[in-house]
C-alpha cells in the first residue's frame, strides 16, 4: 500500500503538510473541518504537492523533515525545487549513524566543490 506525504495551501497564505495513504479521501476531510486542528482554523484551499513513499516510517519521516523547514524552503519544495526534494528524500531508510556519515561525506564534497 503506497504512503503520501502531502503538502496544503490554507486560507491566510498558510501550508499544511500531513500524511496519508488517500490524499483525496484526507484532503475531503481537511475541507469539512475533521482533518486537523490547524486546518479545522486555517482551511485549505488546494493540494501543493504530494510524495509517494513506501513505507508509513519513510513517510512520517519525511512529513517530519518538511514541517522543520523554514517558510521558503516548503514554498520552494512546493513549486517544484527538485534539489530540494532530492535532498529530503535522502537516506529515508538510513540509521542515524548512517545518516551522519551520509551527511559528513556530502559536506566534504561540497567544500571541496568550492
Partial sequence: MPHFVYMLRCSGDRIYTGYATDVEARY???VKGK???FTKAFPPECILRQFELDSHEQALRLEARIKMLPRQKKELLALGDKELADR???GL???L???K???R???REKTSRQ
Fill in 101 to 103: 556519515v551520509r551527511e
Fill in 28 to 30: 475531503e476531510q481537511h
Fill in 88 to 90: 529530503l528524500l535522502a
Fill in 35 to 37: 482533518g486537523a486542528k
Fill in 105 to 107: 561525506r556530502e559536506k
Fill in 97 to 99: 549513524e548512517q545518516k
Fill in 93 to 95: 531508510d538510513e540509521t
